[in-house]
């Protein structure tokens, strides 16, 4: 059957916390090799276990994860292929700044009328543009925003998943009543070139930071903390960034171990950057992530999802 990925919902959101290590191990007992993850938020890359259907992957990952760690979520499976289809296929690929691509991958293919519905409810909204297209399972909806970050990044392959050497998709975010979570207080002129790759600059330089434990502090030390964003002042002097602990840590105590650091943080930036003055950072947590988590929720309610069955007739 050879390598695959699994995706999976709702895994460190809300209340949904588990470590990497326990899911590798949990799918291990089960009979699955080489399992390796990429980032802390459910993306599993593994061989399958012997004698099982690849149609049957993602419920016997679901109901693991399920039993063993005790977190409700699905799953979807991907073969290598099928990930270099998603960027190869893709309507918005060379169009722009990857991160402001997004692409959500369906369970199942709406028809056409569902299509032209989304379309015409998306009319008018700025520079963001839709494209369905389903020339492959799984489906995929595309989706390119100028001013918004993608829940669903660009990471380089990882060398143990065949390919082309490019970069793939792996989606983050929910992918079966996906949202996206768009901070609505940018400005154009924010949102410039130039401020943008600053941005994304200091975001690399904080996370290598904290990846290293170059900060020194007990407490970032033994926290996984991914900075998701930076968003720079039109002028580079303030920064506000965006940080989550992915694995359940106190969000307060790792906040207030940042902002303690700060100056630490401030000084390493300038001279990685060759600025002369350090841009004054501002941390702050991303919410984003729990307002998907709560959205799902509420679009999982049987009260709601009875209301959208009788829209949809």
């Known amino acids: 059957m050879g390598r695959r990925l699994a995706?999976?919902?709702?895994?460190?959101?809300?209340?949904?916390?588990?470590?990497?290590?326990?899911?590798?191990?949990?799918?291990?007992?089960?009979?699955?090799?080489?399992?390796?993850?990429?980032?802390?938020?459910?993306?599993?890359?593994?061989?399958?276990?012997?004698?099982?259907?690849?149609?049957?992957?993602?419920?016997?990952?679901?109901?693991?994860?399920?039993?063993?760690?005790?977190?409700?979520?699905?799953?979807?499976?991907?073969?290598?292929?099928?990930?270099?289809?998603?960027?190869?296929?893709?309507?918005?690929?060379?169009?722009?700044?990857?991160?402001?691509?997004?692409?959500?991958?369906?369970?199942?293919?709406?028809?056409?009328?569902?299509?032209?519905?989304?379309?015409?409810?998306?009319?008018g909204r700025g520079d963001e543009r839709i494209a369905p297209w389903n020339t492959r399972t799984p489906y995929r909806l595309c989706e390119r925003c100028r001013h918004q970050q993608a829940d669903c990044r660009l990471y380089r392959a990882p060398p143990r998943l065949p390919g082309h050497g490019a970069q793939h998709a792996i989606a983050q975010a929910t992918y079966r009543k996906t949202c996206l979570m768009a901070r609505n207080d940018s400005t154009p002129e924010q949102q410039s070139v130039r401020v943008l790759k600053v941005g994304e600059r200091v975001r690399h330089i904080l996370s290598e930071l904290l990846a290293r434990g170059e900060a020194h502090d007990d407490v970032l030390s033994a926290s996984n903390i991914a900075v998701t964003e930076v968003r720079m002042t039109p002028d580079l002097r303030n920064a506000k960034a965006y940080v989550k602990p992915l694995l359940g840590e106190d969000e307060g105590q790792v906040l207030k171990a940042l902002r303690t650091n700060t100056a630490f943080f401030q000084k390493e930036v300038a001279q990685r950057l060759g600025l002369k003055f350090a841009p004054r950072l501002n941390f702050q947590p991303d919410e984003s992530f729990d307002e998907a988590s709560r959205i799902e929720k509420l679009l999982s309610d049987p009260k709601v999802a009875r209301d959208l069955d009788d829209t949809d007739d």
């Open 7 to 123: 995706l999976l919902g709702s895994i460190n959101v809300g209340g949904n916390r588990i470590t990497m290590g326990d899911l590798v191990g949990a799918l291990t007992r089960h009979g699955f090799a080489d399992v390796e993850t990429v980032v802390a938020s459910g993306n599993i890359l593994f061989d399958p276990p012997t004698g099982v259907l690849g149609k049957e992957l993602p419920d016997r990952i679901a109901d693991i994860v399920r039993s063993e760690l005790g977190v409700d979520t699905f799953a979807l499976v991907l073969s290598a292929a099928e990930l270099e289809a998603a960027i190869a296929e893709n309507p918005f690929s060379g169009t722009g700044e990857d991160k402001f691509v997004h692409v959500h991958f369906l369970t199942a293919q709406p028809g056409p009328e569902r299509f032209e519905r989304l379309l015409a409810d998306h009319a």
